[in-house]
């Protein structure tokens, strides 16, 4: 089973497919970000369902797929490794970071930014719930995405202190 996950071919495919889901998934949060600056004063309930659509759509066909792939690709890469998850710090901090951030956004990121839809009529006291709701949406996709650039930093970097010789 090692043998063919360590296989070359299969090893390079991996890696390729997990390079473009993170760019992906980073990609759609940044998108997110920047519907989410004009969408912070929409002209009319109109607009603001347009934001909301948009959000939702790449979070169902771009995010979402992503981060998922990632995931998987990530743990591949994993397994197929001698040491698997335990033998750096780094792969096991990013693991559990990871899962957090899948956890996040699934459960309480994405249904958050879904409710950011107006009803029909646009009132003064849905508008004040319709600002909360975006800057809280604004805050939480920043750290996500945030979150998500720091890990790829984490990746490149595979910061692990020397092992010391004992002599």
Not at 138 to 152: F, G, P, R
């Amino acid at each position: 089973m090692r043998q063919a996950l360590n296989s070359g071919t299969t090893r390079v495919i991996c890696k390729a497919l997990h390079s473009i889901a993170v760019c992906g998934w980073i990609g759609g949060g940044l998108a997110i970000l920047i519907l989410l600056k004009p969408a912070g004063n929409p002209s009319g309930s109109e607009e603001a369902l347009a934001f909301q659509r948009s959000i939702k759509a790449l979070d169902e066909f771009l995010i979402t797929p992503s981060a998922g792939l990632a995931t998987l690709t990530g743990l591949y890469l994993c397994v197929g490794k001698p040491w698997g998850f335990q033998g750096h710090r780094w792969i096991t901090e990013k693991c559990a970071i990871t899962t957090v951030l899948l956890i996040f956004g699934a459960f309480w990121l994405a249904p958050g930014l879904q409710s950011l839809a107006p009803p029909d009529s646009w009132h003064l006291e849905f508008g004040a719930a319709y600002h909360r709701t975006w800057l809280w949406g604004a805050v939480a996709a920043t750290l996500q995405t945030s979150i998500l650039v720091l890990l790829v930093g984490l990746s490149i970097l595979k910061p692990e202190k020397p092992k010391s010789r004992h002599n």
